[in-house]
Each structure stands twice: as C-alpha cells, then as structure tokens.
C-alpha cells in the first residue's frame, strides 16, 4: 500500500503562506522609518512617514490586534453585545483621537508679522491637557498655561490650545511633554521668552498603583529672557495665578 504525502492545505500552513505575501502595514511603516532614521518613540509625531490610506489600513491592523488581546483576555466578544465593537472603537480612537498627534500632522498654524511690535508678556491658560502615560497607557488629565514676550513673528491665540493639543495627543511623560510643546512652539515664533506649565492628574496614580487621587505633577519651562529676567520670570507665575493656576489641576 502507498500512502499519498498529504497535500500542505492544514490552517497553519495556510496562515504562514498568506502572512508571506501580505507585510503588516505597521512592519512596512516601521521599515520606512528606519530606512530614514527617524525615531518612533511612543511621544513621536510619525505623521510625515505616513500616508491617509495607509492610516485606514493601520486602523484595521490595530482593531485585529486589539481584538486577539480581548481574546486573550477571555472576553466573549462574539455574545457580549457591549465589548462586540470594541476593538473596532478603540483602534479608531488612538489613531484618530487620543494618539492623533503621532498619526495626524500638526494643525496648520500661520504666523504674522508682529506689526506693532508688541513686547510686553502676555499669557493663556488654563488650556486643558489630555493625554496618557507612555509607561501605563492610562489617562493624564490636567492643564497648561502659556507665557510669551513676543519677537517679530506672533501666531493666534487660539493656536497655542491646537498646539498643546496635538502634541499632548499622544503617550507620553509630563516633563518630556513640556518639553516637547515649548519647542514647536520656539520654532514657529522665536519668541524672546517663553514659559510654558503643565498641571496634571496621572491615572496611573490614582486609578492603580498607589491610588492617591490628589497628586499632581508640575512641570515649567522657561527660557529666553523668562529664564535671564528674573522680574519677567516672576511677572508670568502672577500672571498664571490670575489665570487660576492654583485653582485649576
Ligand atoms: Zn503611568
């Protein structure tokens, strides 16, 4: 008697074929991004490396990896009418929403003369701070406030809240945040001082861990003539206080 070899058409064998042909789009994304030496940290705007359709595509990816860790978490998915779309939500909104700011480019921002040559500080806030630790992916709530002494570029106040928002759309640590914001924003405007604090609540403070509900983290950036001018330095820390600093998290 001969016995025939089995043809190879079991699932896996299926699965690491079909997988050869068809790259993860993140691995292809990653590929471009190390081809280029651009870093991926998590607090990175990767949004120039990525295209609008790759987006959708990584959306999918990320709703089927979501969807095996509820699998993994032994959620019935199938039958529980409130987790059903879950992976699909969730995917959605670290893409669009919550992470947008590594995903999607910055908002436009056009800058003006300063025709009047304005140089006195001036100062906003709270602007509300939203974002999630990169070491528990858990919510960061807080608030910012923005001190300015203006060179010869100025933006709209309003774009200071798209600013704050776009790069604090993304996992991140509060000081490494700070940082980041005052930096776009020196690069857009140049200002001759700028100050920059964020006040915030950590949910991975409160929510796990050591669960205190009343610990907030501050952070401030100063530089320019905010860091060389002590009376300037001082002036925006009043400022901030009439902008409720004290009051706001
Ligand atoms: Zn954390």
Redesign the pocket.
């Known amino acids: 008697m001969t016995i025939t070899p089995h043809r190879s058409t079991t699932g896996n064998e299926r699965n690491c074929k079909d997988f050869s042909y068809k790259r993860p789009i993140s691995q292809i994304i990653r590929e471009r991004l190390e081809r280029e030496n651009v870093s991926y940290f998590a607090n990175d705007s990767i949004a120039e490396y990525i295209t609008a359709a790759e987006r959708e595509l990584l959306k999918q990816e990320i709703e089927e990896k979501l969807q095996s860790l509820f699998d993994s978490l032994i959620i019935d998915t199938v039958n529980d009418h409130n987790t059903r779309e879950t992976a699909h939500r969730v995917a959605k909104m670290y893409v669009d929403e919550v992470f947008k700011g590594r995903y999607h480019p910055m908002p436009k921002v056009t800058d003006f003369p300063n025709a009047k040559e304005l140089d006195e500080i001036y100062t906003l806030g709270p602007i509300t701070v939203r974002s999630a630790?990169s070491?528990?992916f858990?919510p960061i709530i807080g608030h910012a406030w923005v001190g300015i002494i203006p060179s010869d570029r100025v933006i709209g106040i309003s774009k200071f809240n798209r600013i704050v928002d776009w790069v604090m759309s993304r996992p991140h640590i509060q000081e490494e945040a700070a940082v980041m914001v005052a930096d776009v924003i020196e690069k857009l405007i140049k200002p001759k001082g700028l100050a920059f604090v964020i006040k915030a609540q950590?949910m991975?403070m409160s929510w796990r861990g050591v669960k205190e509900p009343e610990t907030k983290m501050i952070n401030s950036i100063v530089r320019g003539a905010f860091r060389t001018d002590p009376h300037a330095k001082k002036e925006f820390f009043d400022l901030i206080r009439a902008h409720g600093f004290n009051d706001h998290c």
Request: proline share 0%; charged share 0%; net charge neutral.
């Open positions: 630790c070491h528990h858990v950590h991975c």
